[in-house]
């Protein structure tokens, strides 16, 4: 005996008893039937249950609230998305007619009842709006997906364009929550923009590649702790527009939204309102307001990070400084838009992570579709696919990656554009099994194994490695190996349909995995640790070994700006190089030398005996000549004895000892004491010379 839980449920709002009855009566024995005695009712039951009903069966003429104010009720706060209408009424003017289906009932019912018709009409709306929200949520479930992998491919992108100036990829995220956050604002202060939330989301997704250009400049301007000079400025300057050339030159997708977006940002994103930015001077709206959003969101996440020349501010300071005009000219709409949301811009970063990003585009994603009424449920679909799809493939060719994705029914591999191109096949192949130019590339056995090895995978466990030689494009055969993941339906039992994947060239691939690896970690010229990872590490160590006797040494070639300016930069280069290796051979296995930025070192050495002949040895063999350069190094020195176990506290001592040594005439090593803060705000960040102080 069916239990009354498992019933759907249907309430009957009507003011006579005896039609709920009849009503009642006609549809009890299949489904649960709650009833309400009048429109108040009828709303109260919904809005304690409208997640539960399948159906309302609604009369029009009522006391208090007739059947229309609950039609507005419903419509009020969006119950008539969800749950369908059938009105019941004597009441046959085409007027009430009329006005009940604009206000979005599904059918319309005439009194005295038709057992037989009710039943019949009840049983195929509860069937439609069941497949219909079916439907809603496989094509939400496959949006969800493919915005997950929009999702870890811009994280990707992120740490690829910001780890080589030391930062993470925390910036472009950063930028990517604030663009979308300023965007929502505006466009609901106002409509001058013409902005969707298609737009949105083609915006902030191509926020991620604002500072691209920044692969090609020179590492000793892009980390270079302090003030920049001139010609290094006009160097700096010229990412904005290798940026933009780089997006220009892809072969293909020049047409796609999001491409198009990200050129405006890339080129503009450092002009200002006041027509004093670059690369091209433009002036207020001139610059596409993509550029001008994410402009606003890079100043105030660039004011709130810690960089190599300088400390975060915080995010109330950062705000004023912006309003204040500190920070540039901003759009004055924009910047009551950043009034507005300010309350609530760190805790959106805080809680920034990928299920906040999946569930806020789930969200835009839904909203979009409301606003689109006249399309039918196939359009709005195609609309939404259409546009994850141009997403899919504009992160697909940056990356260079064969990928694609294989369905079972019907038949059929769809390869990323580059990888169709790579390998010499067309974008979709259908029936790949039986076309001889897969089992050529592939051959028939690895295809085997490999339809194998997705079939022995479980819903739980649906990844699958699987090497195998792979016959490129006029090339000979490479072994490659396919990271896949099989794709199973939400079926009870479920059912294998497909599988989505990569292919890599496996000999490229352990190569390039171990660079990224060490590029994470590494600095790329001198091979030390770079500062970010050098710090974590040595943060570790102090929290491991509290007890611990331990110093902290900055290093600073002195004059090091006339080694590039009298012998050219590969010089300069091969002097830090030089440097990196005569710090490696002289600290020990447990001791922990990074490159910090511009030609500024670090070291950190356990002080098991006394520290001072340690560094003395590190001095002595930096000091002397490379080639016909004199060496001179200037350090500084602190220890956790004097300053505690903390390392922002450790490494900004040793900076002011370093300091102190620099304005003392360089070419030596002091050790921190406490007399050396009352000097430290007389430093200028600029010496004499145009070197960083």
């Given at each position: 005996m069916e239990r009354l839980s498992d019933k759907q449920k249907i309430l009957i709002v009507d003011d006579s008893e005896m039609n709920r009855s009849i009503l009642a009566d006609m549809l009890g024995e299949e489904y649960e039937i709650m009833e309400a005695e009048d429109g108040n009712e009828g709303v109260a039951m919904l809005q304690q249950h409208s997640s539960e009903i399948a159906l309302v069966l609604l009369d029009i003429v009522m006391p208090n609230l007739d059947g229309f104010g609950v039609l507005s009720m419903m419509n009020r706060y969006r119950w008539i998305e969800e749950v369908p209408v059938i009105m019941i009424s004597a009441e046959r003017g085409s007027s009430h007619v009329e006005r009940a289906f604009e206000m979005g009932v599904t059918d319309f019912i005439s009194r005295?009842?038709?057992?037989?018709?009710?039943?019949?009409?009840?049983?195929?709306?509860?069937?439609?709006?069941?497949?219909?929200?079916?439907?809603?949520?496989?094509v939400a479930d496959q949006i969800y997906e493919k915005e997950h992998r929009s999702s870890l491919m811009i994280d990707i992108l992120s740490n690829i364009v910001e780890f080589r100036n030391g930062e993470s990829g925390l910036h472009v995220r950063h930028v990517h929550t604030l663009t979308e956050m300023l965007l929502k604002v505006l466009i609901h202060k106002t409509d001058r923009y013409h902005l969707s939330q298609t737009d949105i989301s083609i915006i902030s997704t191509a926020s991620a590649l604002h500072d691209v250009g920044k692969i090609s400049i020179?590492?000793?301007?892009?980390?270079k702790p302090g003030r920049l000079t001139k010609e290094e400025f006009e160097i700096m300057k010229t990412h904005s527009m290798i940026g933009a050339e780089m997006l220009a030159g892809l072969p293909i997708h020049q047409d796609?939204?999001?491409?198009?977006?990200?050129?405006?940002?890339?080129?503009?994103?450092?002009?200002?309102?006041?027509?004093?930015?670059?690369?091209?001077?433009?002036?207020?709206?001139?610059?596409?307001?993509?550029?001008?959003?994410?402009?606003?969101?890079?100043?105030?996440?660039?004011?709130?990070?810690?960089?190599?020349?300088?400390?975060?501010?915080?995010?109330?300071?950062?705000?004023?400084?912006?309003?204040n005009g500190e920070c540039g000219t901003f759009n004055p709409l924009l910047m009551e838009c950043l009034e507005e949301c300010a309350d609530g811009i760190q805790e959106e970063l805080?809680?920034?992570?990928?299920?906040?990003?999946?569930?806020?585009?789930?969200?835009?994603?839904?909203?979009?579709?409301?606003?689109?009424e006249e399309l039918t449920a196939s359009e709005r679909t195609l609309q939404l696919l259409e546009?994850?799809?141009?997403?899919?493939?504009?992160?697909?060719?940056?990356?260079?990656?064969?990928?694609?994705?294989?369905?079972?029914?019907?038949?059929?591999?769809?390869?990323?554009?580059?990888?169709?191109?790579?390998?010499?096949?067309?974008?979709?192949?259908?029936?790949?099994?039986?076309?001889?130019?897969?089992?050529?590339?592939?051959?028939k056995d690895s295809w085997r194994g490999l339809a194998d090895a997705l079939r022995a995978t479980t819903p739980g466990q649906p990844t699958v490695t699987f090497d195998c030689l792979i016959?490129?494009?006029?090339?000979?055969?490479?072994?490659?190996?396919?990271?896949?993941?099989?794709?199973?339906?939400?079926?009870?039992?479920?059912?294998?349909?497909?599988?989505?994947?990569?292919?890599?060239?496996?000999?490229?691939?352990?190569?390039?995995?171990?660079?990224?690896?060490?590029?994470?970690?590494?600095?790329a010229m001198t091979g030390l640790l770079n500062h970010a990872t050098a710090k974590k590490r040595i943060q570790e160590r102090l929290e491991e070994r509290p007890e611990g006797r331990y110093a902290l040494a900055i290093l600073d070639l002195d004059h090091f700006k006339s080694a590039n300016d009298n012998y050219g930069h590969s010089f300069g280069d091969q002097v830090l190089i030089y440097m990196a290796d005569k710090l490696r051979q002289n600290t020990r296995g447990g001791d922990i030398a990074a490159r910090v930025g511009g030609d500024e070192m670090v070291v950190f050495l356990e002080c098991k005996i006394e520290v001072e002949p340690a560094i003395e040895r590190i001095f002595n063999a930096v000091t002397?000549?490379?080639?016909?350069?004199?060496?001179?190094v200037s350090i500084g020195v602190?220890?956790?004895?004097?300053?505690g176990t903390d390392y922002e506290t450790l490494f900004h001592a040793a900076d002011q000892a370093l300091y102190t040594v620099k304005r003392s005439g360089r070419g030596h090593y002091r050790f921190y004491d406490e007399s050396m803060d009352k000097t430290l705000s007389a430093i200028s960040p600029i010496d004499s010379d145009g070197e960083e102080g």
């Open positions: 005295p009842f038709d057992a037989l018709l009710v039943h019949r009409r009840v049983v195929n709306t509860i069937l439609l709006y069941t497949k219909q929200k079916k439907l809603v949520s496989l020179d590492e000793n301007v892009l980390n796609e939204p999001l491409v198009k977006a990200a050129y405006e940002i890339c080129r503009w994103h450092h002009e200002r309102y006041d027509g004093r930015g670059y690369p091209d001077g433009l002036k207020g709206d001139e610059i596409p307001i993509s550029a001008q959003i994410v402009a606003l969101a890079d100043v105030y996440d660039a004011l709130t990070s810690e960089r190599v020349y300088k400390k975060a501010f915080s995010h109330e300071k950062a705000v004023t400084m912006i309003l805080r809680d920034d992570n990928a299920f906040r990003r999946n569930q806020r585009e789930m969200q835009n994603i839904a909203r979009e579709m409301h606003k689109y546009h994850e799809r141009m997403k899919y493939n504009f992160f697909a060719d940056l990356s260079k990656e064969i990928q694609f994705e294989f369905t079972l029914q019907p038949p059929m591999v769809t390869l990323s554009a580059w990888g169709a191109e790579t390998l010499g096949l067309e974008e979709i192949v259908m029936e790949p099994e039986t076309d001889p130019r897969v089992m050529e590339l592939i051959g016959h490129y494009k006029e090339s000979a055969a490479r072994w490659t190996r396919i990271l896949a993941r099989a794709i199973w339906s939400p079926d009870e039992p479920p059912r294998y349909t497909g599988a989505i994947g990569k292919a890599i060239d496996v000999h490229d691939s352990r190569m390039h995995l171990d660079n990224l690896e060490r590029m994470a970690t590494h600095d002397g000549m490379y080639e016909q350069f004199p060496l001179s602190a220890t956790t004895e004097k300053v």
